[in-house]
């Protein structure tokens, strides 16, 4: 899959993007919440500084139980490497936007013209936006934007 298969399917009913905010702008102890409901579908939790203690736990899931370290499902080696990944759509990376702050896009699209996910730019609170095509692999988004956050606060 790539760009040209994510594009809009319908110019006459689009579907619209999934915004999420957290209440937190430090990714520490949040919780994300689905911005058009206001109800919380993942909360963060770490029990100390290494990335490798971090947990997002998927509140949308039925049985509540469905807890992934983040280190595990970017299958991180070496660190934190948040910019690029890979996932079950493709490959992907996270590049600096001057509009966005971040935008997520396919690895061949150096352009930048079909963001998946893009950073949501605000004073009060951290946003993020992830396009229809992101949507099944929302927890690779979610996991990578967070992981981004904690580079940049950790790397001051």
């Given at each position: 899959?790539?760009?040209?298969?994510?594009g809009?399917?319908?110019?006459?009913?689009?579907?619209?993007?999934?915004v999420?905010?957290?209440?937190?702008?430090?990714?520490?102890?949040?919780?994300?919440?689905?911005a058009?409901?206001?109800?919380?579908?993942?909360?963060?939790?770490?029990n100390?500084?290494?990335?490798?203690?971090?947990?997002?736990?998927?509140?949308?899931?039925?049985?509540?139980?469905?807890?992934r370290?983040?280190?595990?499902?970017?299958?991180?080696?070496?660190?934190?490497?948040?910019?690029?990944?890979?996932?079950?759509?493709?490959?992907?990376?996270?590049?600096?936007?001057?509009?966005?702050?971040?935008?997520?896009?396919?690895?061949?699209?150096?352009?930048?013209?079909?963001?998946?996910?893009?950073?949501?730019?605000?004073?009060?609170?951290?946003?993020l936006?992830?396009?229809?095509?992101?949507?099944?692999?929302?927890?690779?988004?979610?996991?990578?934007?967070?992981?981004?956050?904690?580079?940049?606060?950790?790397?001051?």
């Open positions: 899959m790539g760009p040209s298969l994510c809009i399917t319908t110019l006459a009913n689009p579907t619209p993007p999934s999420f905010t957290f209440s937190n702008r430090n990714v520490y102890d949040t919780t994300i919440n689905l058009s409901t206001g109800i919380p579908a993942y909360i963060i939790a770490h100390g500084t290494p990335c490798d203690s971090i947990e997002l736990y998927d509140l949308q899931m039925q049985d509540n139980n469905d807890v370290r983040l280190s595990e499902k970017l299958n991180f080696e070496n660190g934190i490497k948040a910019t690029a990944m890979d996932t079950p759509l493709g490959r992907f990376h996270w590049r600096d936007h001057e509009r966005y702050g971040v935008a997520l896009c396919w690895a061949d699209d150096v352009s930048m013209s079909f963001p998946v996910a893009y950073g949501q730019p605000s004073e009060e609170e951290l946003g936006v992830i396009t229809s095509c992101g949507m099944p692999v929302v927890d690779y988004i979610l996991a990578s934007f967070i992981l981004l956050h904690l580079d940049k606060y950790t790397s001051r």
